[in-house]
């Protein structure tokens, strides 16, 4: 039943936020477009029975890449800064995201809906430092290794598309 639980949730945010077509897998995964280039992957992870959100926010870059990637580490032990989220690394896409985990447990569609909501504000953030970053102003804290390795404005709601 855990996950019918998860997809009922979802089903009924799509319905309040009048999205058609919402398709879960069989594994439990989604994937939405908010504001045409922000996907976030939304899946029920089953051992733990959790809900799991997943955002890329930006490219590691060639240069200040090691710095980056250093910050991005030293947030996860702030919990001020990284809001309870986990900020890592995509290697295939050679992307950075951030991801956030909540017990089904305790999770209805107004703990949903608050928690998406915060997490887009998050990943607009994220993504708006990682412009920054990418462009050569080095987190704080950081020097360029030379190696690789707040949000919406009010009254604005955000577009959603349905990803796979």
């Known amino acids: 039943m855990p996950m019918d639980t998860f997809a009922n949730i979802l089903h009924e945010f799509a319905n309040r936020i009048n999205l058609v077509g919402l398709q879960i897998d069989s594994s439990g995964y989604c994937c939405l477009d908010v504001d045409q280039g922000t996907l976030i992957h939304i899946k029920h992870e089953s051992k733990r029975d959790s809900m799991i959100f997943i955002s890329e926010?930006?490219?590691?870059?060639?240069?200040?890449?090691?710095?980056?990637?250093?910050y991005l580490l030293r947030m996860n032990n702030d919990p001020e800064e990284s809001k309870g989220m986990t900020l890592s690394y995509n290697a295939e896409s050679n992307n950075a995201a951030v991801g956030y985990q909540y017990p089904m447990r305790f999770l209805t569609i107004t703990k949903f809906e608050e928690f998406f909501k915060l997490f887009l504000d998050e990943v607009d953030r994220w993504k708006q430092k990682m412009v920054l970053y990418t462009q050569g102003t080095l987190p704080d804290g950081e020097e360029d290794s030379g190696g690789g390795g707040d949000s919406s404005p009010v009254g604005v709601s955000p577009e959603f598309m349905i990803g796979a």
């Open 57 to 70: 926010i930006g490219q590691i870059p060639d240069n200040n890449g090691g710095a980056i990637m250093r």
